[in-house]
């Protein structure tokens, strides 16, 4: 069965770094391209990365030079380190597997972050 | 940049009715790459269609999609009343790399 768990989400000052896990199980995530998808409370969904089974990485321009997305193959997890982050960061987190290169198949249940003083 | 538009904002029917979503694209996509989610309250996303009108995996045959260009439905045959939910499309290889429609909510009349 193939399952997403993120962890990692807290409260989190302004500008500060908060690193957020999502450790696969039920597949291997070096066969798949892996991706962040957030939702601010009360809002839609908004892309904000995703990495290439070969290593490629996209962003967000809401995000790009802030959070970097990486993978642990040998851990099957996916990671997403999250700096500078901005009361705007504030969101569900949620991991999500790419299906047919193109739409997210399995997702994670989410992990809150929440960026205030 | 590609954005997508849906419409209704909200669509309120009742169990049983027939349900039609749609989804606009400010430029030509390929419908390989256009798909369609349902989210209710405090879950995840649950992917629904993917390349316009492929159903996923144990997705109920009353959900159908349809489309190509910039214009995009997403029908639901008969309302269950477990249908009621927000829906998204979303999609792929534009610029950004992926995005998503700002949703419709399908509640009850």
């Known amino acids: 069965e193939v399952q997403l768990v993120e962890s990692g989400g807290d409260l989190i000052q302004p500008g500060g770094s908060l690193r957020l896990s999502c450790a696969a199980s039920?597949?291997?995530?070096?066969?798949?391209?892996m991706t962040w998808v957030r939702q601010a409370p009360g809002k839609g969904l908004e892309w904000v990365s995703t990495?290439?089974?070969?290593?490629?990485?996209y962003y967000a321009d809401s995000v790009k030079g802030r959070f970097t997305i990486s993978r642990d193959n040998a851990k099957n997890t996916v990671y997403f380190q999250m700096n500078s982050l901005r009361a705007d960061d504030t969101a569900i987190y949620y991991c999500?597997?790419?299906?047919?290169?193109?739409?997210?198949?399995?997702w994670g249940q989410g992990a809150l972050v929440t960026v205030s003083s | 940049e590609i954005v997508l538009t849906q419409s209704p904002g909200t669509l309120s029917l009742s169990p049983g009715e027939r349900a039609t979503l749609s989804c606009r694209a400010s430029?030509?996509?390929?419908?390989?790459?256009l798909a369609w989610y349902q989210q209710k309250p405090g879950q995840a996303p649950r992917l629904l269609i993917y390349?316009?009108?492929s159903r996923a995996t144990g997705i109920p045959d009353r959900f159908s999609g349809s489309g190509s260009g910039t214009d995009f439905t997403l029908t639901i045959s008969r309302l269950e009343p477990e249908d009621f939910a927000v829906y998204y499309c979303?999609?792929?290889?534009?610029?950004?790399?992926?995005?998503f429609g700002p949703g419709t909510k399908v509640d009850i009349k």
């Open positions: 390349g316009a009108s």
């Open positions: 990495i290439y089974s070969a290593g490629s990485t």
């Open positions: 979303q999609q792929y290889g534009g610029s950004p790399l992926f995005a």
């Open positions: 039920g597949f291997t995530i070096s066969s798949h391209y």
């Open positions: 999500a597997r790419v299906h047919s290169y193109s739409s997210f198949d399995y």
């Open positions: 430029q030509t996509i390929n419908s390989r790459y």
